[in-house]
Nanobody, 113 residues
């Protein structure tokens, strides 16, 4: 059974930091490109960051220099370190296997001004 379980979301003040985790199971994680998406209230889901199986990363312009995606293949986990958070980062954050097209259920991040 495929599972992607996000954790680490919550309420934080502007300028603060959070680290999201996504624990994967049920597929070969180490060969999967992974990504984080987010869906702000009333808006479409958008790509935040991605990481290939070999560790090559890519970021949306809006988060460059503030967010870092990483992975630990030994733990089947992908992370999103978010720093200098802004109110416009408020969204539900989703983990996605780009190779297998699997989605997690999401974790809420709320940034207060």
């Amino acid at each position: 059974q495929v599972r992607l379980v996000e954790s680490g979301g919550g309420l934080v003040q502007a300028g603060g930091s959070l680290r999201l985790s996504c624990a994967a199971s049920g597929f070969i994680f180490r060969i999967s490109a992974m990504a984080w998406y987010r869906q702000p209230p009333g808006k479409q889901r958008e790509l935040v960051a991605s990481i290939t199986s070999t560790g090559i990363t890519n970021y949306a312009d809006s988060v460059k220099g503030r967010f870092t995606i990483s992975r630990d293949n030994a733990k089947n986990t992908v992370y999103l370190q978010m720093s200098n958070l802004k109110p416009e980062d408020t969204a539900v954050y989703y983990c996605h296997s780009q190779t297998y097209d699997y989605w997690g259920r999401g974790t809420q991040v709320t940034v207060s001004s």
